[in-house]
């Protein structure tokens, strides 16, 4: 949930460096931020409750010396609230030791409690304070003065989850590391070497990565790393090459990233499709890794995941069921493997996530596995503990999503899950070799579809800055587009603040219709006029029911859908697409509204309160 980064280099000034890092980290928390640099004798550091930029403001009125090594840390608070005292670094031992933390220590009390009794006394509230503590101790005593050994019997001694970083006055040479159930990145350049949560904290710097596993400690110099495990054993990581760069990961002129990551989609969507199916039109997953008689025995699915990610589930639930006639089922990881649920060889669990560090997901997942489940993983992020731990990995290639609210990562997930939906068709005989075709050559088409609609996105931010100041706002779906009224309410809630609700058209007059009074904007996702079961019609009706009751009507319709006219106050134009292929554009338009009601409310679209991009905490 925190942001960290760490930094060693025989020519940068690291201070300079990790705060490059963090305003690029700075999505996964931001209620706090900090760093320490070490000098020959002390570290030196500053943190303050804020963001970044006060972080910035600080040093500013008490600079910093140059130094050649450094730790930083933004933070999403979980022990504490966000304070100056509370933000990492953790300065401990006279000023000796510093250490920097993402994740929760569940022992921090009993640990606590135990140091107390020894003598040492605590300033902050955190978890952090207290592992730094006990680094301490066991640095001064059974570590003799190693700061490697001393991490890996710290690192023992810990439960829950952590990466943690430390740098000591007397090694000025060096940033020990630990991985437990949070992400930590090393990033590899020549004569300088970068630890991250993700690669965007070094991007800037260097695209060779190596990932860390679980129970890994890692020393980094300037000159290299080693890596054990906590135990002491030599252990090593795995080297990859980052496919993006840094102008991936830069605003490139729009307002926000959120309004970038808008507009990124067709790319995004071109690139998860790419490769993935051979001149004749048949899946190639080669990364899926699973043997395909398993994949023909498998009688159920289950999706897990959270937020967004679990709305792109149930989107592909649609198409999964419709293609492939497997029983599929959605849950919200976090409420999955609490319910005991009926997993077993034959079942296939699909984790999404964007981040691929969800804490909720990622339980889901281990869950799943030790019931005997295989996992495919769903992700946006190489490298990340989900993708690591699944059976089988299915990228989506969106580029990195650094906005907390997911737009582009959403509509990927729907094209990934799909491409999985038909390879499942494919290996299992359910659907003929040019229906397969078909359905591709319906994808292959959103990419220019997007870009229609995004070339009218001005029309929808006016609907947005109209609507800036409505009390409330509906979203109603039937079908696909019932999950995507959901993801139209979370995102205006998410980045507006302002009160929404998504509802399955067909349930409205079983409840929701009371809240419709005169002047309550309603937008209704239109099914296309061809679609299956007259739904159509059926949200028609819909429409003129709240129509009725004296609601403002947003209506996503498609090109030449004229029925609507009559009963819209709003006609917002989606190209003709087959009925599972809508949700990848109607989605698009409810994404640009909230991004334009949040500015018209002058709030910080990218950041907002309370949230953080990844949830690494359960
Ligand atoms: O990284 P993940 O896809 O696993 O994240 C899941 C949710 O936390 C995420 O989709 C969240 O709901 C977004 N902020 C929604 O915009």
Sequence with gaps: MCGIVGYV???????????????????????????????????????????????????????????????????????????????????????????VHNGIIENFSTLRAELEAKGYNFVSETDTEVAGTLLLEVYNTEAEG???????????????????????????????????NSPLVIGAGEGENFLSSDVSGFIEFTRDAVELDNGQIVTLTADGYEVTTFDGEAAEGKPFRVEWDVTAAEKGGFNSFMEKEIFDQPAAVRDTLY???????????????????????????????????????????????????????????????????????????????????????????????EQGAKVIAICNTVGASIPREADAVLYTYAGPEIAVASTKAFISQIVAAYLLALYLAQVRGN????????????????????????????????????????????????????????????????????????????????????????????FVIVPSKGSRHNLHAKVFSNIQEVRARGAVTIVIAEEGD???????????????SAGLMQPILSTVPLQLFACSVAEARGLNVDQPRNLAKSVTVE
């Design 9 to 99: 280099g025989n020519e940068r000034d690291a201070k300079k460096v990790i705060i490059e890092g963090l305003r690029r980290l700075e999505y996964r928390g931001y209620d706090s931020a900090g760093v320490a640099v070490a000098q020959q004798s002390a570290i030196e550091y500053r943190k303050k409750a804020g963001k970044v930029a006060d972080l910035e403001a600080a040093i500013e009125a008490a600079p910093l010396d140059k130094s050649a090594l450094g730790i930083g840390h933004t933070r999403w608070a979980t022990h504490g609230g966000p304070s100056d005292v509370n933000a990492h670094p953790h300065v401990v031992g006279d000023d000796k030791l510093a250490v």
């Design 146 to 180: 190693d700061l490697t050994r001393a991490m890996q019997l710290t690192a023992q001694r810990l439960e829950g989850a952590f990466t943690l970083l430390a740098i000591h006055a007397d090694h000025p040479d060096r940033i020990v590391a630990a991985r437990w």
């Design 431 to 522: 659907k003929f070799a040019d229906e397969i075709r078909g359905i591709i050559a319906e994808l292959q088409e959103m990419p220019d579809k997007l870009q229609t609609l995004l070339d009218n996105a001005d029309e929808i931010k006016q609907l947005g800055q109209d609507l800036a100041n409505s009390k409330s706002v509906l979203f109603l779906g039937r079908h696909v587009g019932f999950p995507v009224a959901l993801e139209g309410a979370l995102k205006l809630k998410e980045v507006a603040y302002l009160h929404s609700e998504g509802f399955a058209a067909g349930e409205l007059k079983h409840g929701p219709i009371a809240l419709v009074e005169e002047g309550q904007p309603v």
């Design 275 to 369: 490769g993935r199916f051979n001149e004749e039109g048949a899946l190639t997953l080669d990364e899926l890794r699973i043997d395909e008689a398993l994949l023909r025995s498998v009688n159920k699915i289950i999706i897990v995941a959270c937020g967004t990610a679990a709305y792109a589930g149930q989107v592909a639930r649609y198409a999964i069921e419709h293609w492939c006639r497997i029983p599929t089922e959605v849950e919200l990881a976090h409420e999955f493997r609490y319910r005991d649920p009926i997993v077993d060889q034959q079942t296939l669990v699909v984790a999404v996530s964007q981040s691929g560090e969800t804490m909720d997901t990622l339980m889901a997942v281990r869950h799943a596995r």
């Design 562 to 576: 004229e029925d609507v006219v009559e009963f819209a106050n709003h006609v917002i134009r989606i190209p003709e």
